[in-house]
């Protein structure tokens, strides 16, 4: 081996050594160790009764969430949407918009818009099952009442938003709506 080999190799030993002996003071000198873990929800039912409303008085869809229970190997919401407008609508849940549940670091509202308006809001947990299936067009004064629901587990301690899909207006098919709930369910372990 040449010089320049051991060289490396007996400083490479000194930095791994130093990091250890270093990790292992701050342990013993009472800082806390840092773990982040996820740890997934435990089996729970919430009776939820949130009604939310977009548009005007008299134009309005109305976004409804009965109850949310999560299971061992997954979970399922009980939810509903009311078009109270004069537009018909197209329910185009897919998986760019589809409906489904966020999971959220915190309930704040504010931390909601901000990741909206920065582009970093959490993956939508897509809903697998829609029981009964959507309407394809959610005519005016109609309404779809039913369960979605999705195989896979929940962060425990994270706050649940309700995201309903993709509603294109017949008439003015620029305009898209994915509705966020307002309100948070805070999921325990």
Same mark, same amino acid.
Request: aromatic share 8%; charged share 20%; no cysteine.
């Given at each position: 081996?040449?010089?320049?080999?051991?060289?490396?190799?007996v400083a490479?030993g000194?930095?791994i050594?130093g990091?250890?002996?270093?990790?292992n003071? !701050? !342990?013993?000198?009472?800082?806390?160790?840092?773990?982040?873990? #996820?740890?997934?929800? *435990?089996? =729970?039912?919430?009776?939820l009764?949130?009604?939310?409303?977009?548009g005007?008085s %008299?134009?309005?869809?109305?976004?409804?969430?009965e109850?949310?229970e999560?299971?061992?190997?997954?979970?399922?919401?009980?939810? #509903?949407?009311?078009?109270?407008?004069?537009?018909?609508?197209?329910?185009?849940?897919?998986?760019? =918009?589809?409906?489904g549940?966020?999971?959220?670091? #915190?309930?704040?509202?504010?931390?909601?818009?901000? =990741?909206?308006d920065? %582009?970093?809001?959490?993956?939508?947990?897509?809903?697998? !099952?829609?029981?009964p299936?959507?309407?394809?067009?959610?005519?005016?004064g109609d309404?779809w009442? %039913?369960?979605?629901?999705?195989? %896979?587990?929940?962060?425990?301690?994270g706050?649940?938003r309700?995201?309903? *899909?993709?509603?294109? #207006?017949?008439?003015?098919p620029?305009e898209?709506?994915v509705?966020?709930?307002?309100?948070?369910?805070?999921?325990?372990?």
């Amino acid at each position: 081996m040449s010089r320049t080999t051991v060289l490396v190799l007996v400083a490479l030993g000194a930095a791994i050594a130093g990091f250890a002996f270093s990790s292992n003071a !701050r !342990r013993s000198a009472g800082e806390p160790a840092v773990v982040a873990r #996820s740890v997934a929800a *435990g089996p =729970q039912t919430a009776t939820l009764g949130w009604r939310e409303t977009h548009g005007e008085s %008299g134009e309005k869809l109305v976004f409804s969430v009965e109850k949310l229970e999560v299971m061992k190997a997954g979970w399922r919401a009980e939810v #509903s949407v009311k078009n109270g407008t004069t537009t018909s609508y197209e329910i185009a849940s897919t998986l760019a =918009q589809p409906f489904g549940l966020m999971v959220f670091a #915190s309930a704040d509202y504010d931390v909601l818009d901000e =990741q909206s308006d920065a %582009g970093t809001l959490p993956p939508v947990r897509p809903a697998a !099952r829609y029981e009964p299936q959507l309407p394809t067009i959610l005519e005016p004064g109609d309404s779809w009442n %039913g369960t979605i629901s999705a195989p %896979g587990a929940l962060v425990a301690n994270g706050f649940v938003r309700v995201v309903f *899909g993709g509603l294109v #207006s017949v008439v003015r098919p620029n305009e898209a709506l994915v509705w966020i709930s307002d309100h948070t369910y805070r999921l325990k372990l």
